[in-house]
């Protein structure tokens, strides 16, 4: 199936005062058709989320200073979920350190310890992933694919600093 990114936003994240750059990348698929020998059916892709409304309070020294060309970026079994919404926080050698996904819980089930978190008041499990990454997932009531969250931070990071980034997220509208 094929897999389109489509439209790239870059908003400001802060990082211990400093500013960097973030980008939001929606991906989406375009409709499909299946056909049988009575009938034919017509599925459209889902709608696209909005981004994520949450900003981040607290980022480590070296992240949230970097700049991306987006469309140098593959998308990952995380990032490639039709009809999200993702915000990209990049390292300052332009690497990306964090992935905010709206519109999926975690697309891939992590065999490790999970533990539980609050996001803004909001229950979240998180927990390290075998690639090396830190998941974590939440949904907001009622419970729909846009109320559903995933956040991926890629390697490396100290489980320290993935809680503090949680645990200073806050929800500021949408």
Known sequence: MKRLLVGVLVVAACSNGTGGDTTTNTSTL?????????????????????????????????????????????????????GTNTIFVLRDDDTVAIALIRGTLPAVDWPGE?????????????????????????????????????????PPWAPGDVEEVLVGMNRVGG
């Open 30 to 82: 375009p409709s499909t058709s299946t056909s049988t020998a009575s009938a034919t059916t017509t599925t459209s892709p889902p709608r696209d989320c909005p981004a994520a409304p949450y900003e981040m309070t607290f980022l480590p020294t070296g992240v949230g200073d970097g700049e991306m060309d987006s469309a140098s970026l593959e998308p990952d079994v995380w990032t490639s979920v039709a």
């Open 114 to 154: 999970k533990g539980e978190t609050s996001i803004d008041g909001t229950r979240a499990v998180v927990g390290p992933h075998p690639d090396g990454a830190w998941v974590a997932g939440w949904f907001e009531e009622p419970g729909e694919r846009c109320d559903q969250y995933t956040m991926v931070f890629y």
